[in-house]
């Protein structure tokens, strides 16, 4: 079987429902999938897919972070917004900010250690 095809059922069995509809698909038996996903070499490609799909996936989510946090400001500010709806707003806003310091500090922490491992 060819690397393409390989390929092919790989995103197919990530993309589709359910094994059956990935194998019909791709146009092979079931038992090939099953096969297939016992191999190691198959789960590599299987695993090189679902990360692209992934990165493709948060790349499209950054694109619309701006839109987003400008609609929970939006609503946070709205004083004719329920409370809820600008007391959620604002827990969104300072959920996200945390997160995202935490994270860049996570990623500096790594870097800084690479760094000193490598030397």
Do not use: W
Not at 7 to 24: D, G, R, S
């Amino acid at each position: 079987m060819a690397k393409l095809n390989k390929e092919t059922i790989a995103m197919n069995i990530l993309t589709c429902p359910t094994l059956n509809e990935a194998a019909e698909k791709s146009g092979v038996s079931i038992s090939t999938i099953y096969r297939l996903r016992k191999q190691e070499s198959f789960q590599k490609i299987l695993k090189k897919i679902k990360n692209d799909i992934f990165h493709e996936a948060m790349n499209k989510a950054q694109g619309y972070c701006l839109q987003s946090l400008e609609t929970l400001r939006s609503i946070m500010n709205d004083e004719k917004a329920t409370d809820s709806s600008r007391v959620s707003a604002a827990r969104t806003v300072l959920e996200l900010g945390v997160t995202m310091y935490e994270d860049e500090n996570i990623i500096q922490r790594l870097k800084e250690l690479e760094s000193r491992l490598i030397e």
